[in-house]
């Protein structure tokens, strides 16, 4: 199974595109206690849209969520960080970071 996987991976898949759609949604990172976080970020088309904020677990990030925000782009103001440690944004380098503590965007 394994080697069928490196296969597809190495042969296969399409990391230009796959690329390609990643670039298309505005990304940003800012500093939030310190760290370096990452977060995807579409404006509604409209006034005064409700915001969406969406959270990955592991071992998910932010892509796991492309589906879902094509779906609701413009309607919403949608906010997808990626975790402390995961994806495009730092880990931390303190102890006891906990889940109450992860920092929304």
């Not at 595109?17 to 970020?41: A, C, M, Y």
């Not at 492309?66 to 990626?82: E, F």
Request: proline share 8%; charged share 20%.
């Amino acid at each position: 199974m394994i080697k069928q996987t490196l296969e597809f991976w190495r042969t296969k898949f399409d990391w230009s595109e796959t690329v390609s759609r990643i670039n298309k949604i505005p990304q940003f990172t800012t500093d939030i206690l310190g760290l370096k976080i990452h977060f995807w970020h579409l404006k509604a088309e409209v006034e005064d849209a409700p915001t969406v904020l969406m959270l990955h677990g592991w071992p998910d990030s932010v892509y796991g969520f492309h589906g879902v925000v094509s779906h609701l782009k413009g309607r919403y103001n949608i906010v997808v960080p990626s975790l402390p440690g995961y994806g495009w944004s730092e880990a931390s380098r303190v102890k006891g970071l906990c889940p109450v503590e992860v920092p929304q965007p």
